[in-house]
């Protein structure tokens, strides 16, 4: 199963063309080819990149970790890793960049 990303409207454009250019083999759709644009409500960013059947990458660390959490559970899904948002700035150039700690805004969920 081949894995496939969705990018958020808020998104660091650089961060899909050098994932596209550096391993052109990554499916990784960009805002505007799903009909995301700014003011679409989280819930549903998350609903349409869910029905493609991609991971969604946002900068957005302020309402998409509840949102995402709330999601979850109002779906009965059980994930894998959580929610991380990207930081914002550059990280493709940056040689700082550390991913974002895994948020505890998650509760781990039982499988049946």
Known sequence: MKIRF???NDLNEH????VKRLRPDIDFQ?????????GVP????LES???EGRILVSHDGKTMPNCFAQYIA??????QGGCRPVPAGDPVNS???RPAPPTDAIPPRRTL
């Open 6 to 8: 969705q990018a958020d």
């Open 15 to 18: 961060i899909v063309r050098a």
């Open 30 to 38: 960009t805002a505007p080819a799903l009909g995301l644009h700014l």
């Open 42 to 45: 989280d819930e549903q960013v």
């Open 49 to 51: 990149a869910a029905q």
């Open 74 to 79: 109002q779906h009965m899904v059980t994930v």
């Open 95 to 97: 040689r700082e960049w």
